[in-house]
């Protein structure tokens, strides 16, 4: 078989050479960073080093900083320690935060951007404390969200704004003061960190409860010994992917090419989200009249990784509540994948991708007229 191609940066990327020496150093530290001597200041200090790197990545003051055991239990601690009363999320959040509680759901354009007159409205219509959460970027198309525009609105009637930036983190660059988000979740592994570690970045003097209490570590914000290597990692994919942001910027061109070739190549195809401004590496790619479940198969055969959906739902392919909430059909969600570039990937990658995508609808429409 040939080699395989690996195009699901968003459900996680590989690990960066920086992250993997940072961790092998750190595997030399084993104290605990909570204790006073030698060793756990030492422990401490790579604690520290990275909390630096993380803040770096979003322009945030290390003590903003809590380190999680990844975004999603960092959502988690947003949505149910903020003490607001109200919850209102857009339609096309991540699990993560519209399962972590009970929350109005803000409705999103055709093109995946929340609507922010809708906003506007649902908070008018009700006085009570409120808290607003909106995704940087969303994770299955890629669509950039307005977060500063809903800070603004959110604000005006004293909300609280919690974003989860964990798919534009290393892609766009991204200031806190700019966001203007009260809350921001990070994710190590989405951006070549290692997978189970995460952040909150907490506004100065805001307080929100600790989901997980007995222990005193992050500022008595998220209880338990911190995981040394992880977080180290997650410090030095922070500072690579700072780094290296113009570099994927340019993922945006063999991104653009690949819809092109698609879409001209079949009808009825299409790229959900295009018209409006998307994160560089990201297509969500209609093939109609095929499943997804069919094309991943097809695509796995191949040698190629793609997703369908979000990566977090225990490999099943159901239909998206993004590109139902989008305004997608359940047939149109059903044959829809994802397609997520990265660091490593070449026009040749692309390429093939290209030729396979094509094969898989060429060999689903001749059963299609052979059975007809």
Same mark, same amino acid.
């Given at each position: 078989m040939a080699q395989a191609i690996y195009l699901d940066f968003n459900a996680t990327a590989p690990l960066r050479e920086e992250a993997r020496a940072a961790m092998l150093a750190a595997l030399d530290h084993f104290g605990n960073p909570s204790s006073v001597h030698a060793f756990g200041r030492r422990a401490r200090r790579l604690v520290e080093q990275a909390r630096l790197q993380v803040a770096a990545l979003v322009e945030a003051a290390p003590a903003q900083v809590i380190f999680t055991a990844g975004a999603t239990e960092a959502n988690a601690t947003v949505i149910m320690g903020s003490g607001r009363e109200r919850v209102l999320a857009s339609a096309i959040e991540h699990d993560s935060v519209l399962s972590a509680g009970p929350a109005v759901r803000v409705p999103v354009t055709g093109d995946g951007v929340v609507d922010l007159a809708a906003l506007d409205r649902l908070l008018a219509a009700d006085d009570r404390p409120a808290l607003v959460s909106v995704?940087?970027?969303?994770?299955?198309?890629?669509?950039?969200?307005?977060?500063?525009?809903?800070?603004? %609105?959110?604000?005006?009637?004293?909300?609280?704004?919690?974003?989860?930036?964990?798919?534009?983190?290393?892609?766009?660059?991204?200031?806190?003061?700019?966001?203007?988000?009260d809350l921001v979740s990070l994710s190590a592994h989405k951006l070549g960190g290692p997978q189970g570690v995460g952040a909150l970045v907490v506004r100065d003097g805001l307080p929100v409860r600790p989901l997980l209490r007995g222990g005193g570590q992050e500022r008595r914000?998220?209880?338990?010994?911190?995981?040394?290597?992880?977080?180290?990692?997650?410090?030095?994919?922070?500072?690579?992917?700072?780094?290296?942001?113009?570099?994927?910027?340019? %993922?945006?061109? %063999? !991104?653009?090419? %690949?819809?092109?070739?698609?879409?001209?190549?079949?009808?009825?195809?299409?790229?959900?989200?295009?018209?409006?401004? !998307?994160?560089?590496?990201?297509?969500?790619?209609?093939?109609?009249?095929?499943?997804?479940?069919?094309?991943?198969?097809?695509?796995?055969?191949?040698?190629?990784?793609?997703?369908?959906?979000?990566?977090?739902?225990?490999?099943?392919?159901?239909?998206?509540?993004?590109?139902?909430?989008?305004?997608?059909?359940?047939?149109?969600?059903?044959?829809?994948?994802?397609?997520?570039?990265?660091?490593?990937?070449?026009?040749?990658?692309?390429?093939?991708?290209?030729?396979?995508?094509?094969?898989?609808?060429? !060999?689903?429409?001749?059963?299609?007229?052979?059975?007809?």
């Open positions: 995704m940087a970027a969303n994770n299955e198309t890629g669509v950039i969200q307005p977060v500063a525009e809903v800070a603004a %609105l959110a604000h005006r009637y004293g909300a609280l704004v919690h974003c989860d930036a964990v798919q534009a983190a290393g892609k766009v660059p991204l200031a806190l003061g700019t966001l203007g988000a914000r998220r209880a338990g010994t911190e995981n040394v290597a992880g977080i180290a990692g997650f410090g030095a994919a922070a500072r690579a992917a700072a780094d290296s942001l113009s570099a994927f910027a340019g %993922l945006a061109t %063999l !991104r653009d090419h %690949l819809e092109a070739q698609l879409l001209a190549a079949v009808p009825g195809a299409c790229a959900f989200g295009a018209g409006a401004a !998307r994160v560089a590496n990201t297509s969500c790619l209609l093939m109609p009249g095929v499943a997804a479940e069919t094309q991943l198969m097809g695509f796995d055969l191949a040698g190629i990784a793609v997703s369908a959906g979000s990566a977090c739902s225990s490999g099943k392919v159901t239909p998206s509540h993004v590109l139902l909430a989008m305004g997608a059909s359940e047939a149109e969600a059903e044959e829809t994948v994802r397609v997520s570039l990265g660091w490593t990937t070449t026009a040749q990658d692309v390429g093939r991708l290209i030729e396979v995508w094509q094969q898989i609808h060429q !060999r689903a429409t001749a059963r299609t007229a052979s059975s007809a």
